[in-house]
C-alpha cells in the first residue's frame, strides 16, 4: 500500500501516477520488493539508494520500459514523460548539433528549442557540435530536451553524474525551476540527499524494498536511512541546509554567501 503519510505531505496536487506493490526479479535476483508511492504534479521526488538498490529499474519500471513486474502503476491517461536516462550515447564521429540533437525524437519549432534552452540557460550552445559540449553544457542541453513537448512528469536518472560540485547545485536548483515553470512532477535520481533535500519534496530511500520516505528531513533520521549512510550523512545534512545558499553559474563560479 500507498504510505499515507506521504501522501499527506504531498498535499493536494494532480495526481498523476500511483505506484502499488512493484516487485522485479531478473532471474533469481530480486531487484524491487513490493514498492508503492505517488507522484502529483508540481511537486519533485527524489529515490536514493547504495548502488544496485534498484533506483534506474524503478524508474524504468516508471517510463514503461520495464513491463514484465508485478503490481500495478495507475498513470493519468494523458501523462506525457520526458526522460534523461543514466547514461546517453552521444557518437562523437558524426557531427551533431545541439539543435539537431533537440529535434531527433520530436519535431519542435524554433521557438520551442529557443525556450527549452533558455531554460536550462544554454541558448548560447544552440549551433555548437555535441562532441564540443563539456559534461555540465551536454547535461544541461539533455536537460532541456526531457522538457519539449511540455511533460507532466520528467524522469532524470543521476542528472548531474560526470559534473562538478557547484555544477550540481545549480543544476538542482534549474530542476526546481523548472517544475515550477512547468507546472510538472518531478521524478529524480540521485546519490547525494544533502545536494537535493532544498529543492526536494518528497524521499524514496530505496534499497530493494522501500526502506523509508517522506519529508528530507524526516528521511534523513530515520534509522534505516541512518543504517545506510550513517550518522556522518545525516549531520552533514543538517549543516547545508543551515548555511548554504550561494548560487553558482554554469561555470561553477559562486555568487553572494548569506548567513543568518
Do not use: W
Amino acid at each position: 500500500m500507498v504510505n499515507e503519510a506521504v501522501v499527506e505531505q504531498q498535499g493536494a496536487g494532480e495526481l498523476l501516477l500511483r505506484a502499488d506493490e512493484i516487485s522485479y526479479s531478473q532471474g533469481k535476483r530480486l531487484i524491487l520488493d513490493r514498492v508503492s508511492f505517488e507522484l502529483r504534479r508540481a511537486q519533485i521526488t527524489t529515490i536514493i539508494g547504495p548502488n544496485g538498490a534498484g533506483k534506474s529499474t524503478l524508474t524504468n519500471v516508471v517510463n514503461g520500459l520495464i513491463s514484465n513486474y508485478s503490481g500495478s502503476i495507475e498513470r493519468s491517461p494523458t501523462l506525457r514523460i520526458g526522460y534523461l536516462p543514466q547514461k546517453v550515447y552521444v557518437n562523437t564521429l558524426m557531427p551533431l548539433s545541439v539543435e539537431r540533437l533537440l529535434r531527433l525524437t520530436r519535431q519542435s519549432t524554433a521557438a520551442e528549442i529557443d525556450q527549452a534552452l533558455a531554460q536550462s540557460e544554454v541558448a548560447y550552445l544552440r549551433q555548437r557540435q555535441v562532441r564540443s559540449l563539456s559534461e555540465g553544457e551536454l547535461k544541461r542541453v539533455l536537460l532541456a530536451r526531457t522538457t519539449l513537448g511540455k511533460p507532466d512528469l520528467i524522469v532524470l536518472d543521476e542528472p548531474t553524474a560526470g559534473v562538478d560540485v557547484s555544477g550540481e547545485l545549480r543544476m538542482y536548483q534549474l530542476i526546481g525551476e523548472l517544475r515550477d515553470q512547468l507546472q510538472c512532477a518531478v521524478l529524480l535520481v540521485s546519490h547525494d540527499l544533502h545536494l537535493v533535500m532544498s529543492q526536494t519534496d518528497q524521499v524514496l530511500c530505496l534499497n530493494q524494498h522501500l526502506c523509508c520516505s517522506g519529508l528530507p528531513e524526516s528521511v534523513s533520521q530515520h534509522p534505516e536511512y541512518l543504517a545506510l549512510f550513517g550518522q556522518q550523512a545525516s549531520q552533514s545534512i543538517a549543516v547545508y541546509a543551515h548555511h548554504h545558499d550561494h548560487e553558482h553559474d554554469v561555470s561553477g563560479a559562486m555568487g553572494a554567501h548569506k548567513h543568518d
